[in-house]
């Protein structure tokens, strides 16, 4: 498709067949909609006057209720293919009916029936149209291509309405109902062309439709509706375009009948007015309602209509009563009209179509079934008699009508509002629907307590202990019965358990069953426990109850004769253990030192932390880990400056940051100050932002926020993920800030989208390009993260993992949702980014934002290089290192120069800088690399050897 043409009608690749097959349907669905309307409108204005029409409401309320439920029943039993072919083949037999009916008989009843029918036929024709465009459009198309592809029935209102006069000379009024046959038939013909062209949109089969909801059904009760606050909504907005359309159309031909009161005049004014009207609906549709909604959102469409009414009912209430009315009244009552009609069709039925995308697939065709075929007619019926009393008691005009139009304009505005901040909830609920996890067990009742007292009993130790913790927590005197057959379980963990339960609890009362267990008991670490035990619950003769345990051969036995001591032995006890642990954290054997930390881990007493000292310091790096497990479990302040020290040992990384986040805030001012060091490494800092994100807190928080800027992409991304995990909130006086930092962002991922197009003719293209995708990912990530501090978190990060990782449906969803959640600043440029279109379509879009200037391949390489850390990560300038390398060109001696000159750059950006420096063999390559020879880091020491090696050989 030509691109001009995809950029003038707001399409995308790959939408042009269905875009035109659907224009095609609106436009034969259109020629019914205005041949026949015309037919009843001129036959029962020539029968009867404008203040009846009311009875036509009534009539058709009722008609069209029971049109509406045999609607629901068929779609229940019918697929949505046959139920489309047996709605059009039923207007087709009735129309040819009515056509017979008209004439052969003569009278006023005809009239009244062909415009009921009309009202009805209406009904199932917007019915069928938008069902079939939910189906085939997503949320996203459809608030770009709805209100285009309804302008099909907008360019047969221009023609068909242009034509109705010459066609009203030449056949007649009554057989323009043969024109209307003609357009159903048609119709039916694109629809089958329509299947036939894209049957995975119209023959999903109900599994499939319903394969991301989780409610449970379609049916709807109407305690179900009356409960659902949104759905409510949507059946007033339904109920007010419903009574706004018949009192403007009641005040319209109360004017026109009177300017017009020929039934042959009439049906060819009515012409040139439809003309006139589908015109501007045109214009809108296809130049300005895609573009209003993708830009505006839902709000603009809801508030068309109100907005419009108002501006013209104001007006001639205003002017009705300070003079009579006149021509300049009924060239207002016939643009109110005109303009009613376009934002319909144009702005507020592609919107109003769109409120129902939050429903599961199961509800939504349901729900829209409800408000079409049951609120529509009821509405309409209230229409009528509301019209009966103000046209037939309260004696109303048309400018007596406008002035009622207002005052329900102003209540469909408000109601406008609210709906759209359900929609928007709506959607957030739509992305975050999920089957419901068990909730934990509490004992409210005996029930509940049998069922956890019987897990007691189980096999599975799993599943035991589990039990005996609940029961510790919320029942622990009902565990006292259960002991005994507990310590005799099977499995040791079971065992274990019971005994540290019977610590924690201090029954002393069991002690006995205690020195049972441990003079029975084979397995040693079970055994330990034991000892642990008997040491909390023996008093007096405590000592010489666990001396003996002391010099056991199991380290595990010996470890919890210590631990008990230190625990409860008292002076005594303590200066026997003491020595012991002291003894063996001297030892010049590891596996002695390991075991003295493993104990004062399991003591986790604060003010045991002196022999840690050493063992942090141990020259064997299995001492230093448990050292460091030990720490943690004791959290003593003193400890943090050598176990941050620790953190930039990889192989101690994951403990030290875990004893750190066991040790709580008393860390926080040590990790600060090793943060702020000169040349601190950027893997210790990144350590640092996790550990504060785990700690969380007030003073975790403080941290995080003041170094949220933090001049290096590699650091600041675990930094806005640490203050996600601390639930950093924006207060109103930083959402500025913020949102700058967004579009910094946003600007990054435009020079990132600039660099891989100009990349695109290297030969290792992909390598360099690759990178600065997953940087362009990290920005959008980041985006979402700081729109999570402005925002509802739990919303929008759902949404970003739906558009990150979910199905198509659920990034569409996701993306409206977005729409609805930001503001219009911010719109503009995240989408480009949000969006499945393109790299070069990204490029296109940002670049009026954010212009960006072409570099090529050997320019951008450069760039890429001596770009601030702050948005360029280390990965990235490795991979451009590589290519610099490969291309061995002396033209990139430069920018590998300034990698090479600063030292403090990670270890593997220098190691690739050194072996690229190489590559390009250089007069001064010894000179520059020799300093290099004195790095802290081993490997860049030996790759500088290495190529010095090599260029001394040549």
């Known amino acids: 498709m030509n691109n001009a043409f995809v950029k003038l009608f707001n399409l995308e690749k790959g939408e042009g067949k269905l875009i035109t097959l659907m224009i095609l349907y609106s436009a034969a669905v259109g020629v019914p909609r205005i041949f026949t309307i015309t037919t009843a409108q001129a036959y029962f204005l020539e029968k009867f006057d404008a203040q009846s029409l009311p ?373 957030a609920k739509a992305l975050a629907r999920r089957a419901l996890n068990m909730e934990s067990l509490t004992f409210h009742d005996s029930s509940s307590l049998a069922i956890v007292e019987n897990a ?160 942090l310091d141990d020259p064997e790096l299995t001492v230093r880990k448990e050292a460091v497990l030990a720490a943690g479990k004791i959290g003593n302040p003193r400890l943090w400056p050598k176990i941050i020290k620790l953190l930039g040992v990889q192989e101690l990384r994951g403990a030290a940051m875990q004893a750190l986040v066991n040790g709580g805030e008393s860390s926080i001012g040590s990790l600060e100050a090793v943060f702020n060091e000169r040349d601190q490494s950027q893997e210790v800092q990144i350590c640092i932002v996790q550990v504060m994100g785990k700690l969380k807190g007030e003073k975790a928080l403080r941290f995080l926020r003041k170094n949220i800027e933090f001049p290096n992409e590699d650091v600041r991304h675990p930094l806005l993920t640490a203050l996600k995990n601390c639930q950093y909130r924006c207060p109103p006086e930083e959402v500025g800030f913020l949102k700058k930092m967004i579009f910094s962002e946003v600007e990054d991922a435009a020079w990132a989208i600039a660099a891989i197009n100009d990349l695109a003719s290297n030969d290792f293209k992909d390598l360099v390009s690759n990178a600065l995708r997953q940087e362009i990912e990290k920005n959008r990530e980041r985006i979402f993260l700081l729109l999570s501090f402005l925002y509802d978190a739990q919303t929008i990060l759902q949404a970003w993992q739906h558009i990150k990782n979910g199905t198509r449906e659920k990034r569409t969803y996701a993306l409206e949702l977005i729409d609805n959640l930001i503001p219009q600043d911010l719109k503009q440029v995240l989408f480009p980014l949000l969006e499945e279109i393109t790299i070069e379509e990204s490029y296109i879009r940002l670049s009026t934002k954010f212009p960006q200037e072409l570099l090529g391949s050997v320019g951008r390489l450069k760039e890429i290089i001596e770009r601030s850390e702050q948005w360029t990560t280390s990965w990235a300038k490795n991979c451009a290192l590589y290519l610099m390398g490969k291309s061995a060109a002396l033209e990139f001696y430069d920018s590998i120069l300034t990698i090479l000159n600063n030292p403090s750059h990670s270890p593997l950006l220098l190691e690739t800088a050194v072996w690229a420096f190489g590559q390009l063999n250089p007069d001064d390559l010894i000179e520059t690399l020799t300093p290099l020879l004195n790095h802290d880091t081993q490997q860049v020491r030996e790759i500088v050897q290495i190529t010095i090696d090599q260029y001394e050989k040549i």
């Open 55 to 427: 009875y036509v409401y009534l009539f058709a309320a009722f008609i069209n209720i029971f049109v509406g439920t045999l609607y629901l029943k068929l779609e229940q039993k019918l697929t949505f293919s046959k139920l489309l072919v047996s709605i059009s083949v039923t207007l087709i037999v009735v129309e040819g009916c009515l056509n017979v009916l008209v004439r052969s008989v003569d009278g006023r009843w005809p009239a009244l029936v062909l415009a009921i029918w009309n009202e009805a036929e209406f009904i199932l024709l917007v019915m069928i149209f938008w069902a079939l465009a939910g189906r085939v459009f997503d949320i996203r198309q459809g608030k770009r291509l709805f209100a285009l592809i309804a302008t099909g029935e907008t360019l047969t209102g221009i023609v068909g309405g242009l034509t109705i006069p010459s066609i009203v000379q030449q056949i007649g009024t009554i057989n323009l109902l043969f024109v209307s046959m003609g357009g159903l038939a048609t119709s039916l013909f694109i629809f089958f062309f329509l299947k036939k062209s894209f049957p995975e949109k119209l023959e999903k089969p109900q599994s499939a439709e319903n394969k991301f909801s989780t409610e449970e059904n379609s049916k709807l009760s109407l305690k179900q509706v009356l409960n659902d606050r949104y759905m409510l909504m949507i059946f007033t907005l339904a109920s007010c375009v419903v009574l706004v359309d018949y009192i403007v159309a009641n005040a319209f031909f109360d004017r026109v009948t009177l300017q017009y009161p020929d039934k042959d005049a009439l049906a060819s004014f009515m012409g040139v007015f439809f003309a006139v009207n589908s015109f501007l609906g045109l214009l809108v549709g296809i130049f300005l309602s895609g573009r209003l909604l993708s830009k505006f959102g839902i709000l603009l469409g809801l508030l068309s209509i109100p907005v419009t009414v108002g501006l013209h009912a104001l007006p001639v209430s205003v002017l009705g009563t300070v003079a009579e009315p006149g021509i300049v009244i009924f060239w207002l009552m016939v643009s109110g009209r005109i303009f009613f009609r376009t934002c319909y069709y144009s702005l507020n039925k592609p919107t109003v179509s769109l409120l129902y995308q939050p429903f599961s697939a199961n509800q939504r065709g349901r729900v829209q079934g409800i408000a079409d075929s049951v609120v529509n007619p009821v509405a309409t019926g209230v229409a009528g008699l509301l019209l009966l009393f103000l046209n037939k008691v309260l004696n109303f005009n048309a400018v007596q009508l406008c002035m009622v139009l207002v005052v329900i304009s102003v209540f469909w505005g408000i109601t406008a509002f609210l709906t759209r901040q359900e929609y928007t909830k709506r959607l």
């Open 456 to 615: 007691l009993k189980s096999s599975n130790a799993h599943e035991v202990i589990y039990a005996i913790g609940m029961l510790e927590e919320e029942h622990p005197d009902s565990l006292d019965q259960y002991f005994e057959d507990l310590l005799n379980h099977t499995e040791p963990q079971v065992r274990q358990e019971t005994l540290n339960c019977i610590e924690r609890l201090h029954r002393e009362s069991l002690l006995n069953l205690v020195y049972h267990q441990l003079d029975q008991e084979d397995n040693s670490s079970v055994k330990a426990s034991a000892i642990r035990t008997l040491a909390a619950l023996e008093d007096e003769n405590v000592l010489d109850a666990i001396r003996p345990y002391l010099d056991n051969r199991d380290q595990d036995v010996q470890a919890g004769a210590i631990v008990g001591l230190l625990r409860h032995g008292g002076i005594s006890g303590v200066l026997t253990a003491g020595a012991k642990l002291i003894k063996s954290a001297e030892s010049s054997l590891s596996h002695e030192k390991r075991f003295a930390a493993r104990v004062l881990g399991e003591v986790g007493i604060k003010d045991f932390y002196q022999p840690l000292i050493n063992l």
